[in-house]
T-cell receptor
Framework: DAGVTQSPTHLIKTRGQQVTLRCSPKSGHDTVSWYQQALGQGPQFIFQ???????QRGNFPDRFSGHQFPNYSSELNVNALLLGDSALYLC???????????????FGSGTRLTVV | GDSVTQMEGPVTLSEEAFLTINCTYT??????LFWYVQYPGEGLQLLLKATKADDKGSNKGFEATYRKETTSFHLEKGSVQVSDSAVYFCALSDPGPGTYKYIFGTGTRLKVLA
């Protein structure tokens, strides 16, 4: 049973560019959350998507946007990249009725984004 | 706002040594508490959790007890193995309705030597 799948695994972009990261949730899961993990830091919540809508958002600027598709997969888009956006981006999934963080989420291995 | 503080690493131990990783939290309500582990090149895996005061979470020989009076959730293991080498994250979530995010600590790297 495949867990959470993220692509690509690594990415290098130039300042000012735009990037799209992709996530396929674990089979049976319909909710997707995104986290940013800077080097040496804990993950920071970006937002969560459920039923193709953004349900909760963390303290991230509007440059960070997302989308969820009918098959529950999700994309994270970052516009006007800054050097400080360099980080590991983690996707986490869960299923309806267990979408509270209290149940525990399944995390992917992440996409390492480097902005130069 | 809510926050989690973990002891700084790295923590280096010999195999079979006793492990303690300290975690304290600040929260306005009564959060649920978690330990996640991140092995090299992998995502976070839920290690254990506790949802109310005095609960003890346990898994794979690891334990942590939710101490409301000291706002702590320290991770312990009686005898570590080389395979336990990883980064450990303490996290909390607000159990209130409409809350779906974790607040993580900065992580503690554990290195176990054979």
């Amino acid at each position: 049973d495949a867990g959470v799948t993220q692509s690509p695994t690594h990415l290098i972009k130039t300042r000012g560019q735009q990037v799209t990261l992709r996530c396929s949730p674990k089979s049976g899961h319909d909710t997707v959350s995104w986290y940013q993990q800077a080097l040496g830091q804990g993950p920071q919540f970006i937002f969560q998507y459920y039923e193709e809508e953004e349900r909760q958002r963390g303290n991230f600027p509007d440059r960070f946007s997302g989308h969820q598709f009918p098959n529950y997969s999700s994309e994270l888009n970052v516009n006007a990249l800054l050097l400080g956006d360099s980080a590991l981006y983690l996707c986490a999934s869960s299923k309806t009725g267990q979408s509270s963080a209290n149940y525990g989420y399944t995390f992917g291995s992440g996409t390492r984004l480097t902005v130069v | 706002g809510d926050s989690v503080t973990q002891m700084e690493g790295p923590v280096t131990l010999s195999e079979e040594a006793f492990l303690t990783i300290n975690c304290t939290y600040t929260a306005t309500g009564y959060p649920s508490l978690f330990w996640y582990v991140q092995y090299p090149g992998e995502g976070l895996q839920l290690l254990l959790k506790a949802t109310k005061a005095d609960d003890k979470g346990s898994n794979k020989g690891f334990e942590a007890t939710y101490r409301k009076e000291t706002t702590s959730f320290h991770l312990e293991k009686g005898s570590v193995q080389v395979s336990d080498s990883a980064v450990y994250f303490c996290a909390l979530s607000d159990p209130g309705p409409g809350t779906y995010k974790y607040i993580f600590g900065t992580g503690t790297r554990l290195k176990v030597l054979a």
